[in-house]
């Protein structure tokens, strides 16, 4: 992701914009852990686990934030308290305004 500066640009990567997924998701109530998104043959030959960032062509971001809650908890609160963490956290420290995140809740534990 570019940013133009008055002096220059500033690019920030897909792995430190997941970073930051990542640490916002973790501090959100009823979250045990970070769930596996990867098909078969990314588990066979590597690939990212719990976190998918896009970037499109008109600067916005898709995230999908793959999760396992916590059983007992509001699974619709838990979900959109982390959507509103992550985009908080995203706009803040790293500037993005345009965000669609997706919160796919794939256990409970």
Known sequence: ??????NGELEIT????KK????ATAESYGTVGLGDS????EKIFGGDRGIKIEELEDSSLN???YIEVEYGVNIRE????????VAHKLKTL?????LNITVHVVGIK
């Open 14 to 17: 897909v792995e430190a914009l």
């Open 20 to 23: 930051i997924v990542y640490l």
């Open 78 to 85: 838990v979900a959109k308290n982390i959507a509103d963490n």
């Open 94 to 98: 790293a500037g993005c305004e345009k």
């Open 63 to 65: 995230v999908d934030v």
């Open 38 to 41: 990867r098909s078969f043959f």
């Open 1 to 6: 992701m570019k940013i133009m500066l008055q």
